[in-house]
């Protein structure tokens, strides 16, 4: 892939630049604002706003779409726009669609596969879906291989929950917590690489470091890198009373992810493969 242009530009498109970069590629930015990354073209739009998504450089070019949705409803509008917006002969090569692992909704614990059926119960899982099926049908139009990476939570040193720390927020009992998936931002850019040179029209991978823990587990170490006490925790009634809706949907959902096909298809060597490796040492 010659031409790189990475759609929704912000942590993890920070990191994929100079990787592409340093394979030779040429890179395009977008975002709402500006841009400083050296040796990339920018451009700024809204993808709330049609208007402002014309002229973009995806003429045989690799997308990678980073761009989170909406924050209402359960439809994915912003990438309803972005295919809309592109003209007959401005389609790229391929895109790569960075969706969640929130689609396959609650599964207790449960292994997931790819062939786990998708079956979201937050708005959150159900837009990513919207955004995965609108993408897919778009590029069996518009004659585009498109690549799905289902992606577990993203962590690195530098986007720890400083805040929710500082502020004392409870998180639940570890006896009552249930198991989830992160995956390392910079083992998740090169990921991104991969899939786009490697990934096929229609290939769907799960995204994490096949190393689950709870996310009780996730804040104690969090605490521990940064040095601050660890989270008050509290039994599952306290929490339903006291946490936001939004940490409930979080710690109410468990599934452990199968990262077989990522790491044998894309070849991929994850250099974060666990929690203590990724908080101990920097990219």
């Not at 709402?32 to 973009?56: A, C, I, K, V, Y």
């Not at 720890?160 to 006896?175: A, C, I, T």
């Not at 096909?261 to 250099?271: N, V, W």
Request: glycine letters at 10%; one cysteine or more.
């Amino acid at each position: 892939m010659e031409h790189l242009f990475i759609v929704g530009c912000g942590a993890i498109g920070r990191l994929i630049t100079p990787l592409a970069l340093a394979q030779g590629m040429r890179v395009s930015t977008f975002n709402r604002g500006s841009s400083t990354l050296e040796g990339t073209r920018h451009f700024t739009g809204n993808l709330d706003d049609s208007s402002t998504l014309q002229g973009l450089p995806t003429r045989e070019a690799g997308v990678i779409y980073l761009a989170p949705p909406p924050g209402g409803g359960n439809e994915e509008s912003r990438v309803r726009n972005f295919c809309a917006s592109l003209a007959a002969g401005e389609e790229p090569k391929k895109v790569v669609y960075l969706s969640t692992s929130a689609v396959y909704g609650d599964c207790a614990g449960a292994l997931v596969t790819e062939e786990t059926p998708a079956n979201p119960q937050t708005s959150r899982g159900k837009r990513r879906l919207h955004g995965e099926q609108l993408f897919t049908a778009w590029g069996k139009e518009r004659g585009v291989a498109v690549v799905i990476l289902r992606v577990g939570a993203i962590y690195a040193p530098d986007r720890l929950p400083v805040n929710q720390l500082q502020s004392g927020q409870p998180v639940l009992r570890e006896e009552d917590a249930q198991p989830t998936n992160r995956i390392h931002a910079f083992d998740l850019a090169r990921i991104c690489l991969a899939a786009l040179e490697r990934g096929k029209d229609g290939d769907l991978f799960n995204v994490s470091d096949g190393s689950p823990s709870t996310m009780t587990a996730y804040f104690n170490a969090a605490a521990d890198r940064l040095g601050l006490p660890r989270p008050p925790q509290v039994t599952w009634e306290e929490a339903r009373q006291i946490m936001s809706p939004l940490m409930i949907s979080y710690f109410s959902e468990s599934r452990i992810m199968d990262n077989s096909r990522m790491l044998s298809e894309l070849g991929i060597t994850l250099r974060y493969p666990d929690l203590e490796a990724g908080l101990r040492r920097e990219p």
